[in-house]
């Protein structure tokens, strides 16, 4: 994709729209108030204060045409939206990387209503860092550690470590105790024998919530330990092989052990975007790979714990 004609603005990237695929005899605001009715005034405030251009950079004007499959490029307003009540932590920064420990309910990057709650904008904003990317993403109801990219140059190297899968990652969760290790019935779920490994094909549809788990060939895989037990519930600790869509939630809902505080499996319920009393119990624990520049061993951990449910309180 080439690259923007316009620079980053407080944080964000411009938009991209692409024109139509045949040419029409619009222009260009007339096209861009029909796709989005409801921002045509502030579209028409833009085009005439010259904040809309061309892939050139050149402003368009009110009788400029849309050409077929011509980009323009504009600053979208961010929408107004509360902070979220939670620190982000920087682990590490050098010359390539900037490793964070990002709470729960912070999206990785801007996204449908999440753009200034996201951790790219904040992290840009905060030590004016324009070229900053991700190097992977963690889901937004999902804590923990998270690598990005300083530099352009440096994106590439770092991006395909997480493609390739030469990243050894451990996540933590909480979740209702299964079988004890040792085969005394301690849960609900009194065959599962851990630890085990979880295989099994995932698809994610557009436009569905959830993903699921399908016949097929395998796509993910999860190995699944039991490291501490808190009352009826248990910590484990979660070795990805794979990074499909909601794959540990996905997994852990399969073997009977949903996550404690996950929205999504195994039903969906709607959660309030400032309700932040009950965080998914998924931690992002530790990162380690082989730098592909300094060919050192770069090891990364989160320093945040996990809080088990409350105990419920029996009836008097």
Do not use: W
């Not at 709650?117 to 840009?124: D, F, M």
């Not at 190297?157 to 005394?184: N, S």
């Not at 090891?299 to 009836?315: C, G, I, V």
Request: charge should be neutral.
């Amino acid at each position: 994709m080439p690259a923007a004609p316009l620079p980053l603005r407080d944080g964000l990237d411009p938009t991209r729209v692409r024109m139509p695929d045949i040419a029409t005899g619009a222009t260009v605001l007339e096209y861009l108030c029909a796709r989005f009715p409801q921002d045509a005034a502030r579209l028409t405030e833009k085009v005439d204060g010259g904040e809309i251009v061309d892939a050139a950079g050149v402003p368009v004007d009110s009788t400029t045409v849309a050409k077929p499959r011509a980009d323009i490029y504009l600053y979208r307003d961010p929408p107004v939206e509360p902070t979220v009540p939670f620190s982000l932590d920087v682990l590490h920064r050098d010359e390539n990387l900037l490793v964070v420990d990002k709470p729960h309910f912070l999206a990785t990057t801007p996204r449908g209503a999440y753009v200034a709650r996201s951790a790219l904008v904040l992290l840009r904003r905060r030590f004016d860092l324009p070229e900053l990317s991700p190097a992977h993403r963690l889901d937004r109801l999902t804590a923990g550690v998270l690598v990005f990219t300083v530099r352009a140059q440096a994106r590439r190297p770092y991006q395909e470590l997480f493609a390739q899968r030469t990243i050894t990652k451990q996540y933590d969760a909480i979740a209702p105790l299964a079988a004890d290790i040792t085969g005394r019935s301690a849960g609900s779920t009194p065959d599962l024998d851990l630890p085990l490994t979880v295989r099994s094909r995932i698809i994610k549809e557009r436009g569905v919530l959830q993903a699921r788990e399908v016949p097929g060939e395998p796509n993910a895989e999860t190995r699944v330990e039991l490291v501490d037990t808190l009352g009826a519930h248990g910590l484990y600790r979660l070795h990805p092989r794979t990074g499909k869509t909601h794959q540990l939630r996905v997994h852990l809902c399969s073997l009977g052990i949903p996550i404690v505080g996950d929205n999504f499996y195994p039903s969906f319920r709607d959660v309030a975007d400032d309700d932040y009393s009950d965080p998914l119990r998924l931690l992002a624990r530790s990162i380690e790979f082989v730098d592909p520049l300094s060919g050192l061993v770069r090891r990364f951990e989160s320093n945040r714990s996990l809080d088990p449910p409350a105990a419920q309180q029996s009836s008097p």
